[in-house]
C-alpha cells in the first residue's frame, strides 16, 4: 500500500480576494476525509528554530468530504478523432511514418485506432525490439512481426500495407540514417532493414476509438491510452487503400505519394514564436486534427534534419518529429473535489488546504495575492513559483548516481520521496530524466507537488524553496512589517507595473528559474525608482518560459553549461513554446549581475559560514545599514540552514558581466568547505583549486547600489540568508541588517546615491 494516503493540487499558484480556486484530492482508501483552510507561517522543524506555525482561517471548503481514488493519464501522445471511421481499414489502408526509438525493448503503440481491452481495431506496434501490426474483431487477431530488430535511437521509415481484398498484410522498415540525425553515423553497419508479407485472415473491426499516435486507447468507454511510445514520430500518414510496390517506395525515400486520408505534419503551426498550441494539422483537408495530451517534446530534429540549422522556427521542414514519453505529465487531469471562495477581507499571505483521512494529511500550498491592481502593504514578497515548478518533485538524489558526490554529503529521504520513486502519477521535475534518457523540459502545477510542502526538508537535508521562503514569510511577522504576497505568475501577467505599486520588493530565497519579461519588469521598477532586496542565492539563472495556452506549464532547456543534471540535444535548445533560445540567460548577455550586482559563482551544500565585513561597510554614506550591528564581528555566522548565513548556492561580484561601477561590496563569506566548488560556467579548463578551501571566487558577496530616481538594490547573494533571521529570537546581525534596509527602504528619506 502507498505511504501517502491523501493528497492533492490545485489548480494554479496564485488567487486574488474574491475569486476562486479549485482543488483535487486523491485518498487511496475511499471513505471520509476532511479539509480545512489553514496560513502558513513558518514549516522547518529544525528544533533551533521556532517551529512549526499555521493558523487555521475560516472558509467555505472548511468541511468533511467522500474521498476517492483518482486515477492519472501519463505519458505523452495524440488524440485524433475519426467519428466518421474514414481510418478504421476495413477496406484496406496503408500507414507511413518516420520512427526514431528510444526504449524499442518495451512494448508500446506507434499509431493505432485500436481498443486495447476488446481487441478490435488495428495498431502498429514495438514488441520484444520488433515491428508488429495487429488487426483484430474482438474474438480473433492476425500479428504480422517484421523480423528485423530496431536499434535505438535510429530514423526509420515504415511502410504497412493492409491488403483486405487479397488478405495480405505487409512491413517494411528502413534505416533513414545521416551523419546527424541518429545515436549512430553513416559508417555504422547496422542490419536492420527488413521486411514481411504474410497471409491473415481478420479484418479489423470498428473500435470505437480515436486515432492514437504514440500508444493505444484502453478501451472505447474511457479516454485512458495504454503503452505508450518512447521516442520520436516524424510525418505519419494513413492511407485508405493498399497502396502499390512503386508507391511504397516512394514514401520509404520521403517522397510525396497523393491521395493520403490523413497526413500529420507536425512542423505545420510553427510560428516565429515558437509552437503556441497543443494541436496537430492533418494537412490532407480531411480535417483529421489531433491534439497532444501530457505535452510531448516539440521543435525536435526530424528524420532529414541536417545539422546546419539548430533552431526550428528557421527549417521546420527539418523539425516534423514530436518526441514521445511514457511518463511525460502536464495535468493529472483529476476530478474537481472542491472549490475555495477566497474572501474579500483575507490577508495576502501563504496559505494551504490542509486535508486529512484516518490520520494522515496533506498541506496543498497556493499563495493569496491583494486584490488584483491594488498593493495593501508598502514591501512585497515576490514568491518565486517558477522555480518551485521547475524544482517539483525532483528525484535527483534518488536516481542520479553522482549526486551524493555532488552533494558532499549523505542523502536522507522520507516518505514522500520515496512515494516519488515508486510511482509514476505525480510527474517529473527540470532536474530528472525521463524512463528512455531525455531530460525532462516541462513542468507542470496541476499535480500534487510532494517537496513543496511546508515541512519538507531536501534529500541533502535542508529546507529549499518554498519551506526555506517560509523563514522570510515568518521574519516578517515576528519583526511586525506588514507585507503583501506576490507570485511570479503575476508578475508575468502585470509586468513592472505590478512591482510599482510597492516601495520595496523582496525576493524569495531562490528565484533560479526566469522569463525575459520578468527580468525586464525588474530592470524598469528599478530605473524608476523601486527599490529591491535580493536575499537569495543562484537567480535569475535558467531561461524559463511558460506555455501561451497553459499558464500551469512551464519550459527549460538546459544548455551547454551551468548546474545542470541533463544537456539538451545537438539542434534541440530552443524552446518550443516560445521560440527562444534556452540555457543560461548569462549566455544570452543577461547576467544577473547587471539587475543586481551579483550572480551565481559556487554551491556548497554541505556548510555554510558567515560574511566578514569589507572596507566599504564603513563607509559613511552606508552607516544606516549597519546600525546595531558590531562589524568586528563575523556576520551570519550561525542560521537553521547548515549553521550559516552563506551557503547552499552563492553569487559575487563579476565586472566583467554587468555589475554595476557604483556597487558596494559590504561583506564578503569565507571558510567555505572543499564540497562548495566553483559553477561549470566559470571553469574554463579543469583544474586543481576549484573549491572552497583554496578558490578566493567561492564566496558570498553582500552588496549595495543605488539606481535612477531614487532606486536601490542590497543583495544578501546566498540561499542560506533567510534561514539566519530567526535566530536568537530574531535578534542577531542578519535580522537587523534585513530590517534596517527595509525600513530605510520604506521610509520617505533620500537614498543618499553612492556613484
Request: hydrophobic share 35%; charged share 20%.
Amino acid at each position: 500500500m502507498s505511504r501517502i494516503f491523501i493528497t492533492g493540487y490545485c489548480d494554479r499558484p496564485n488567487v486574488a480576494p474574491g475569486e476562486s480556486l479549485d482543488f483535487f484530492v486523491n485518498t487511496e482508501i475511499e471513505g471520509e476525509y476532511r479539509a480545512e483552510l489553514v496560513r502558513l507561517f513558518h514549516g522547518d522543524l529544525n528544533p533551533d528554530g521556532p517551529g512549526y506555525q499555521e493558523v487555521v482561517i475560516d472558509s467555505n471548503i472548511n468541511g468533511t468530504y467522500r474521498g476517492i481514488k483518482q486515477e492519472t493519464q501519463i505519458g505523452g501522445y495524440i488524440e485524433c478523432s475519426d467519428n466518421n471511421g474514414l481510418l478504421n481499414g476495413k477496406d484496406g489502408l496503408t500507414l507511413q511514418c518516420f520512427i526514431w526509438p528510444t526504449t524499442p525493448e518495451k512494448r508500446q503503440g506507434i499509431i493505432s485506432r485500436w481498443s486495447d481491452n476488446s481487441g478490435k481495431g488495428w495498431a502498429l506496434l514495438i514488441e520484444d525490439g520488433h515491428l508488429v501490426f495487429v488487426v483484430g474483431d474482438g474474438k480473433n487477431e492476425s500479428r504480422v512481426k517484421c523480423p528485423q530488430p530496431l536499434f535505438p535511437e535510429v530514423w526509420y521509415s515504415v511502410v504497412v500495407r493492409l491488403d483486405v481484398a487479397n488478405q495480405l498484410v505487409s512491413i517494411s522498415q528502413v534505416a533513414k540514417v545521416n551523419s546527424v540525425n541518429s545515436r549512430v553515423g553513416r559508417v555504422a553497419a547496422i542490419e536492420s532493414d527488413g521486411q514481411v508479407t504474410e497471409k491473415f485472415t481478420t479484418i479489423p473491426a470498428d473500435a470505437g476509438v480515436p486515432v492514437i499516435i504514440a500508444g493505444l486507447s484502453r478501451d472505447s468507454n474511457s479516454n485512458k491510452v495504454v503503452a505508450n511510445y518512447n521516442g520520436k514520430i516524424d510525418a505519419p500518414k494513413l492511407y485508405s487503400r493498399p497502396l502499390n510496390d512503386k508507391e511504397v517506395e516512394q514514401l520509404q525515400d520521403g517522397s510525396t505519394v497523393g491521395g493520403a486520408v490523413a497526413a500529420w505534419d507536425f512542423a505545420e503551426g510553427i510560428t516565429e514564436n515558437g509552437i503556441p498550441t497543443d494541436l496537430v494539422y492533418d494537412v490532407t483537408g480531411s480535417n483529421l486534427h489531433g491534439r497532444c495530451i501530457n505535452q510531448p517534446d516539440r521543435g525536435m530534429t526530424g528524420w532529414n534534419w541536417k545539422g546546419r540549422e539548430e533552431h526550428f522556427i528557421h527549417a521546420p521542414e527539418e523539425y516534423g518529429a514530436i518526441w514521445f514519453h511514457e511518463d511525460s505529465l502536464d495535468d493529472c487531469r483529476w476530478q474537481k473535489s472542491f472549490s475555495l471562495q477566497i474572501p474579500l477581507d483575507i490577508k495576502s499571505g501563504a496559505y494551504a488546504v490542509k486535508v486529512e483521512k484516518d490520520g494522515h494529511f496533506d498541506h496543498i500550498p497556493f499563495f493569496i495575492t491583494p486584490p488584483q491592481d491594488t498593493a495593501t502593504a508598502k514591501v512585497a514578497v515576490l514568491i518565486p513559483t517558477l522555480s518551485y515548478m521547475a524544482y517539483a518533485n525532483t528525484q535527483v538524489m534518488q536516481n542520479a548516481a553522482v549526486g551524493q558526490a555532488i552533494m558532499g554529503i549523505i542523502t536522507t529521504l522520507d516518505d514522500r520521496d520515496l512515494e516519488l520513486n515508486e510511482r509514476n502519477m505525480y510527474g517529473l521535475s527540470t532536474y530528472d530524466y525521463h524512463v528512455d534518457g531525455r531530460g525532462v523540459q516541462y513542468s507542470t502545477w496541476r499535480r500534487p507537488i510532494l517537496n513543496m510542502r511546508p515541512t519538507y526538508r531536501h534529500e541533502f537535508g535542508s529546507v529549499w524553496q518554498f519551506p526555506a521562503d517560509l523563514h522570510l514569510i515568518d521574519w516578517f511577522k515576528a519583526i511586525n512589517i506588514d507585507c503583501d504576497v506576490i507570485t511570479d505568475h503575476d508578475l508575468i501577467r502585470d509586468g513592472a507595473e505590478l512591482l510599482s505599486k510597492y516601495k520595496v520588493v523582496v525576493t524569495g530565497s531562490h528565484p533560479e528559474y526566469y522569463t525575459g519579461g520578468m527580468l525586464d519588469a525588474w530592470e524598469e521598477y528599478i530605473n524608476t525608482g523601486g527599490r529591491a532586496l535580493y536575499l537569495a542565492g543562484n537567480g535569475f539563472y535558467w531561461i524559463t518560459t511558460v506555455h501561451p495556452e497553459k499558464p500551469w506549464l512551464i519550459e527549460v532547456r538546459k544548455g551547454e553549461s551551468g548546474d545542470q543534471a541533463w544537456r539538451a540535444r545537438p539542434g534541440e535548445l530552443y524552446h518550443s513554446t516560445t521560440g527562444e533560445r534556452g540555457g543560461l540567460w548569462r549566455h544570452r548577455a543577461r547576467a544577473p549581475q547587471k539587475i543586481w550586482g551579483t550572480g551565481y559563482g559556487s554551491h556548497g551544500l554541505d556548510v555554510s559560514v558567515g560574511y566578514y565585513p569589507m572596507p566599504d561597510a564603513s563607509d559613511h554614506r552606508l552607516e544606516w545599514i549597519f546600525d546595531g550591528v558590531n562589524k568586528e564581528e563575523i556576520i551570519g555566522d550561525f542560521g537553521l540552514v547548515n549553521g550559516g548565513a552563506s551557503g547552499l548556492e552563492m553569487d559575487r561580484i563579476d565586472y566583467a558581466l554587468g555589475t554595476p561601477p557604483n556597487t558596494m561590496l559590504l561583506a564578503c563569506s569565507s571558510g567555505h568547505s572543499a564540497n562548495a566548488m566553483l559553477v561549470p560556467e566559470d571553469q574554463y579548463f579543469a583544474y586543481p583549486g576549484l573549491n572552497g578551501k583554496e578558490n578566493p571566487l567561492v564566496r558570498a558577496d553582500m552588496t549595495y547600489f543605488t539606481s535612477y530616481n531614487g532606486g536601490a538594490v542590497f543583495s544578501a547573494s546566498s540561499m542560506a540568508w533567510c534561514g539566519s533571521l530567526s535566530h536568537n529570537n530574531y535578534n542577531n546581525s542578519v535580522s537587523k541588517i534585513t530590517e534596517n534596509i527595509i525600513r530605510r527602504f520604506c521610509s520617505d528619506q533620500v537614498l543618499e546615491e553612492v556613484l
